[in-house]
């Protein structure tokens, strides 16, 4: 007859198991685990009535939901102080550990199990004899070799037959079968918790829900750069209708404006007074000379008119005459 081995279990208020120990005493393991519930350490703490210091065994490096790692923190045993990678499958379950060193599988959980992870995992599957103890299973197990359960947070699951030992705390709202794992298809669900078999992509959208969100929409494209118009703007746009020019005031020409000749002009009454005289002493004196006769013309009057300048009654002159 095999041996019976007893051990309890101490929970918090979360209801995530704090510490496993055994009845007299002899061995005692603690879980620590994050504000999500994910498992992150596990270790050793001597018996009771010695000092209760934990001495770590194993840290769990997660991304997300994601197991990425393990880092073996005792000092003394197989691959002592090493970092592991952990390679998981699609649900997130852990099917192997590789060393960093050599990339040797040094723990394996074979995918060719059967479909309720009856097959133990492998502890040295390179063969370099040291044996490597993990015990993560289907996302949210924990596997006790002292009862070969998997603890599944509110219950305990036996692979062997492919269900919980106890019922569902949520009643039929977890399924009509209150005792099947997964929906009895755990190729496709998970139950971390085992209350509640979900879809592993639903599961994520659950806890994180900006991870399932549609991505924005991406801006708009940019336009091709076109040729510019007379405007300086886009040649596909008309410009704009130029504004009317200010209309300019221009000032009333003076009266009797004369031809502006560079000259000061004197004060117009008293210089064509003078002008006056001046043309009729020299017409006096044109009428006894033909040849300036001919220039001026024939009578006294016409000669004067043909003298005296524009502003003062003259004929008008070509601006070349003085």
């Given at each position: 007859m095999g041996r019976t081995t007893y051990y309890s279990n101490t929970y918090n208020a979360r209801g995530e198991r704090e510490e496993k120990s055994l009845t007299n005493g002899v061995t005692v393991q603690r879980f620590i685990y994050d504000e999500a519930g994910r498992l992150i350490q596990t270790g050793n703490v001597p018996q009771i009535g010695l000092t209760r210091t934990l001495k770590p065994e194993q840290r769990l490096l997660w991304l997300d939901d994601q197991l990425v790692g393990v880092k073996?923190?005792?000092?003394?045993?197989?691959?002592?102080?090493?970092?592991?990678?952990?390679?998981?499958?699609?649900?997130?379950?852990?099917?192997?550990?590789?060393?960093?060193?050599?990339?040797?599988?040094?723990?394996?959980?074979?995918?060719?199990?059967?479909?309720?992870?009856?097959?133990?995992?492998?502890?040295?599957?390179?063969?370099?004899?040291?044996?490597?103890?993990?015990?993560?299973?289907?996302?949210?197990?924990?596997?006790?070799?002292?009862?070969?359960l998997h603890y599944n947070y509110f219950r305990d699951y036996e692979a062997g037959v492919g269900r919980y030992i106890e019922s569902d705390p949520i009643g039929l709202r977890g399924g009509s079968n209150t005792y099947g794992y997964a929906h009895q298809n755990p190729l496709l669900y998970i139950d971390p918790t085992g209350e509640n078999a979900l879809l592993r992509l639903l599961a994520i959208c659950l806890r994180y829900p900006a991870a399932c969100l549609p991505p924005p929409p991406p801006p708009p494209p940019r336009p091709p750069q076109s040729p510019t118009n007379e405007c300086g703007g886009d040649w596909t746009v008309p410009c704009p209708p130029m504004p009317m020019p200010v209309p300019v005031p221009v000032p009333a020409p003076m009266p009797f404006a004369p031809t502006d000749t560079g000259e000061v002009c004197p004060d117009d009454e008293e210089f064509c007074r003078e002008q006056r005289r001046a043309c009729a002493e020299?017409?006096?004196?044109?009428?006894?000379?033909?040849?300036?006769?001919?220039?001026?013309?024939?009578?006294?009057?016409?000669?004067?008119?043909?003298c005296l300048p524009e502003k003062c009654g003259g004929e008008p002159k070509w601006k070349g005459y003085k």
């Open positions: 073996i923190k005792a000092t003394s045993g197989a691959y002592a102080g090493e970092l592991l990678y952990a390679h998981t499958d699609h649900l997130g379950t852990p099917r192997a550990l590789s060393r960093v060193s050599n990339n040797s599988t040094v723990w394996r959980w074979p995918l060719e199990t059967t479909t309720f992870g009856q097959r133990p995992a492998q502890s040295d599957p390179d063969g370099d004899g040291q044996v490597l103890t993990f015990n993560l299973r289907y996302p949210g197990q924990y596997f006790d070799s002292e009862s070969g020299m017409c006096a004196d044109v009428q006894t000379d033909p040849d300036r006769n001919h220039v001026y013309g024939g009578s006294i009057s016409q000669c004067i008119q043909n």
